[in-house]
């Protein structure tokens, strides 16, 4: 393996040390909890609220923070803040109305959240009731691949590991693209 490689696999795994992903509900109405995430956000660390029903799985999330990362760091953003920019291509669309329509927080009773830094996490905890890992099943992951028309092929039957790795793939390709759209 290259010194390039390993810096990147260094970097990458720095990124990621402090991501939070949880499906989680609240008590709190969701107009509330927004609120409270944009005074808690700052340009740099930040939580990000999901409709539970529009995440493929935590990839299709990873994927949205990295590329939003790297629009900032190329002077591409379409946004001035971080979470936005992720909400984008999270919903691979490059208008906020329609990223905030597709993916945005829909119930207070379902929905993920993403953060970037575990203080921010931990100080949001407070207004969760309930939490757990964000582990979608094959099912549900098949119903996201209709909801965004991803291009899988099951021409013949995959095993649960290559229709997953198929996904990432073609969510790596779709969001990577979205970048492009206007």
Do not use: W
């Not at 207070?108 to 099943?137: C, V």
């Amino acid at each position: 393996m290259s010194s390039l490689q390993l810096n990147f696999i260094d970097l990458k795994s720095k990124l990621l040390k402090n991501i939070i992903i949880k499906q989680v509900a609240s008590d709190i109405e969701i107009n509330d909890l927004l609120k409270i995430i944009k005074k808690m956000n700052t340009s740099n660390n930040f939580i990000q609220l999901f409709d539970a029903n529009a995440i493929i799985n935590k990839k299709h999330l990873i994927l949205a923070y990295l590329n939003a990362l790297n629009t900032f760091k190329e002077s591409q953003n379409t946004s001035q803040s971080l979470a936005i920019e992720m909400l984008l291509f999270t919903s691979m669309s490059r208008q906020i109305n329609t990223a905030i329509s597709l993916v945005g927080i829909k119930s207070k009773f379902n929905f993920i959240l993403f953060s970037n830094n575990l203080k921010k996490y931990e100080k949001f905890k407070h207004y969760i009731k309930k939490e757990k890992d964000f582990l979608p099943s094959l099912f549900y992951m098949k119903k996201c691949i209709k909801q965004y028309n991803l291009n899988i092929n099951e021409q013949r039957k995959l095993s649960n590991q290559e229709l997953q790795q198929q996904i990432n793939i073609e969510l790596f390709q779709r969001i990577t693209i979205s970048k492009f759209k206007k």
